[in-house]
């Protein structure tokens, strides 16, 4: 599914907050908000990383501590204020309750709390050195259909390192946490922000007070496909044809997913719960460039209390690129370093079985889980449910449609002719008035290079 590229009032919020940092608040005003959280002492800017939803910037105080200054970009991220509540509350519980390393929390605040609240809200962490683990993982030069994993890498030492990291979330802390809210996740922001699509339901409607979490992981499940009906419904140009209409309306809108929750669902389905990142991948991963040895994982801001489904199949980076851009290839390479992980995780249990023995009654090992979940097509359900425009991508469903046929789940949920035809026009109207308004209206890209000009 393609971005809606006719409405700008995103790409608009950004630039805004571009220029009204550059002409208004600088590097002066970075070493401003640092110096208030260490009794106003003396600190410079050396350096400015711009992420994927946040820039960071890099101040040093005259005794050599370095700090993190970070901020939310406001039409990247829909919600700035929740981003920064809910990240500090999992980087708090993180430090608390897991031996997962996060770089250390100095200070954090709302809009109101900055010097300049146009600026917005802001977390203050220390700085920690390190490269990128993708940096390692990655061959290069880096081709034009995206990342491709190294042939040459200490397969051993790689996943070994990153089996302790999947165990310390299984067994680091002993303490519940209370869940108040609705998840903030990573395909909320996403459908909002290119979809212009609002898919959160803060506020309950039949009684006008905040949601409640969800009671079961069918509940969420659920509630994640109708998001992506939801999205399919409202933005004009969800469809590009009447063919593709009607596909997708088969996929999203007939309700076939909903109908496969059940199927799909463990017998954990009333909890326990997990935290579980929607953006974790090597790329949030720092590592000593000499040593190998992990500094920090960063970007937290999408983790979220998940059904167990979601981190007990097996990581979807193992081939770096996720499963809505396989192609054959990737596919098999995916296998083998499935293959590759599992294993090194059967022995990283091995080794800490009678230290860390399950936490549920009979529980097996999370490496026979998510050997299973592969095999009988949970992880393929698992990564549909977490995606927006690749929903429907012709990657991950041929896979799941063998599974269900093996199952004789291939017919659950279809929809009749009559419904799918009556979609097909509504949407090819939308798609109309989406096409004569991209003709009348600038797209993104001229106002990029308008705002660029001035």
Not at 187 to 216: C, L, Q, Y
Not at 234 to 258: H, T
Request: proline share 6%; aromatic share 10%; charged share 30%.
């Amino acid at each position: 599914m393609d971005y809606d590229e006719s409405s700008r009032s995103h790409l608009e919020r950004k630039l805004s907050w571009i220029e009204h940092y550059d002409k208004h608040y600088g590097a002066r005003g970075v070493e401003r908000l640092a110096s208030a959280y260490r009794d106003d002492q003396h600190c410079q800017f050396v350096g400015r990383i711009n992420g994927g939803f946040n820039i960071c910037f890099k101040v040093v105080f005259d005794d050599g501590i370095a700090w993190a200054v970070r901020f939310p970009i406001p039409g990247w991220v829909m919600d700035p204020e929740q981003k920064i509540h809910r990240e500090v509350a999992v980087i708090k519980y993180l430090q608390g309750n897991t031996r997962i390393p996060v770089p250390r929390l100095v200070a954090h605040g709302s809009a109101s709390d900055n010097h300049d609240p146009k600026i917005g809200p802001f977390i203050i962490s220390e700085w920690v050195d390190g490269v990128s683990l993708v940096s390692l993982m990655e061959k290069l030069p880096r081709p034009s259909y995206g990342m491709v994993l190294r042939k040459d890498l200490d397969d051993d030492f790689l996943y070994k390192k990153y089996c302790c990291l999947e165990m310390s979330e299984q067994v680091g802390g002993s303490t519940s946490w209370s869940i108040r809210k609705w998840p903030l996740t990573l395909k909320m922001n996403e459908i909002e922000s290119h979809g212009h699509v609002v898919v959160d339901a803060w506020t309950d409607p039949r009684t006008d007070h905040e949601a409640a979490p969800f009671d079961t992981a069918a509940d969420y499940m659920n509630n994640l496909l109708e998001q992506n009906i939801k999205q399919l419904y409202e933005q004009r140009n969800s469809i590009d044809s009447a063919e593709d209409a009607r596909c997708k309306f088969v996929l999203r809108r007939s309700r076939r997913m909903q109908a496969l929750v059940p199927y799909f669902k463990s017998r954990l389905n009333t909890g326990p719960f997990k935290l579980f990142c929607d953006d974790m991948h090597p790329r949030n991963v720092l590592i000593d460039e000499h040593t190998h040895q992990i500094t920090a994982i960063i970007g937290w801001e999408w983790t979220y209390a998940a059904p167990r489904e979601f981190s007990l199949t097996p990581p979807s980076w193992l081939a770096l690129e996720g499963p809505s851009g396989w192609n054959t290839s990737s596919e098999v390479a995916f296998g083998r370093q499935m293959s590759l992980f599992l294993q090194a995780l059967e022995d990283v249990e091995q080794k800490r079985e009678s230290t860390f023995p399950p936490k549920e009654p009979g529980e097996p090992p999370m490496s026979t889980v998510m050997r299973q979940n592969f095999e009988d097509g949970t992880f393929r359900f698992v990564q549909l449910l977490l995606k927006s425009f690749n929903f429907d991508e012709e990657v991950i469903w041929p896979n799941l449609e063998r599974v269900l046929q093996r199952r004789g789940l291939l017919e659950v949920g279809v929809p009749s002719e009559e419904e799918i035809e009556a979609f097909v026009v509504k949407k090819m109207k939308d798609l109309d008035e989406y096409n004569r308004d991209l003709q009348t209206n600038p797209t993104e890209q001229k106002i990029e290079a308008e705002r660029q000009s001035t």
